[in-house]
Nanobody, 125 residues
Framework: VQLQASGGGLVQAGGSLKLSCAAS????????VAWFRQAPGKEREGVLS????????SYADSVKGRFRISSDSAKNMLYLQMNSLKPEDTAVYYC???????????????????WGQGTLVTVSS
């Protein structure tokens, strides 16, 4: 199983960025996939998730209304559209996958079996 995140970069506050995650060895239809992020000196936190089993989504309060998660099962691709970016969104962003329905605590990292390598997003003020 391999997850490959890409699309990170430097963007000004208020700007937008779209991250992608290419998956191989799993199918999104029977997995829950999520984006996590880790800022320097902080713990990894869950941002958004989407279940390929039932389509349910979860959003962290900090990104509601600004970020959107989507997936393309045919291409086995996961996307994170980030709008109205803030300096506090600066972090390494990881995609992750867990088999089956979204876990009860969907943003607990240990519930996910597979992880991408991360892509750095830097938002300048």
């Amino acid at each position: 199983v391999q997850l490959q995140a890409s699309g990170g970069g430097l963007v000004q506050a208020g700007g937008s960025l779209k991250l992608s995650c290419a998956a191989s060895g799993i199918t999104f239809d029977d997995h829950t996939v999520a984006w996590f992020r880790q800022a320097p000196g902080k713990e990894r936190e869950g941002v958004l998730s989407i279940s390929g089993v039932d389509g349910s989504t979860s959003y962290a309060d900090s990104v509601k209304g600004r970020f959107r998660i989507s997936s393309d099962s045919a291409k086995n691709m996961l996307y994170l559209q980030m709008n109205s970016l803030k300096p506090e969104d600066t972090a390494v962003y990881y995609c992750a996958a867990a088999f089956g329905h979204a876990p009860p605590l969907v943003f607990v990292a240990r519930h996910y079996d597979y992880w991408g390598q991360g892509t750095l997003v830097t938002v300048s003020s």
